[in-house]
């Protein structure tokens, strides 16, 4: 089933189904079309699925798509505390000194949510500590 409401798709990347996630893809559904759940890329960082994530990503879906009026990925990714969703996303090609979360960079969003693991990634990835705000 594939409407406005849910997505075979959208099932897939929240729960990990990874190889059926692939053949829908290879099908040609549509990796950023947004339903009323959001993306499918937004619903596998709901999901905390690094397979889906990176399966996503490699087919040309948006990360910037993932932004919603409540949060960013950025968002969901650090206060889940995720490490490997966050090295999949950099492993994409993905900035690390990107300002996407309320314009700050990354490692403001990990320092503001105290997420020392996240900071400590960053860091050692190239993180720029030279614009962060501490306050």
């Excluded at 990503?57 to 948006?62: E, F, I, Q, R, V």
């Excluded at 990360?63 to 994409?92: F, G, K, N, P, R």
Aim: glycine share 6%; with cysteine; charged share 20%.
């Amino acid at each position: 089933v594939d409407n406005e409401n849910g997505s075979c798709l959208v099932y897939c990347a929240q729960y990990g189904f990874d190889e059926l996630l692939a053949d829908l893809i290879s099908k040609g559904h549509d990796v950023n079309r947004a339903y009323s759940e959001g993306t499918p890329l937004q619903m596998a960082f709901y999901g905390r699925q690094a397979g889906a994530v990176k399966l996503l990503l490699a087919n040309g879906a948006d990360i910037h798509s993932c932004t919603s009026y409540y949060a960013s990925w950025v968002d969901h990714v650090i206060a889940l505390e995720d490490l490997e969703i966050l090295h999949t996303i950099l492993a994409q090609g993905i900035d690390v000194n990107t300002r996407i979360s309320r314009s700050e960079p990354l490692l403001n969003t990990a320092l503001k949510e105290e997420c020392r693991a996240m900071v400590d990634f960053l860091i050692a990835t190239g993180a720029s500590t030279r614009f962060v705000n501490y306050a």
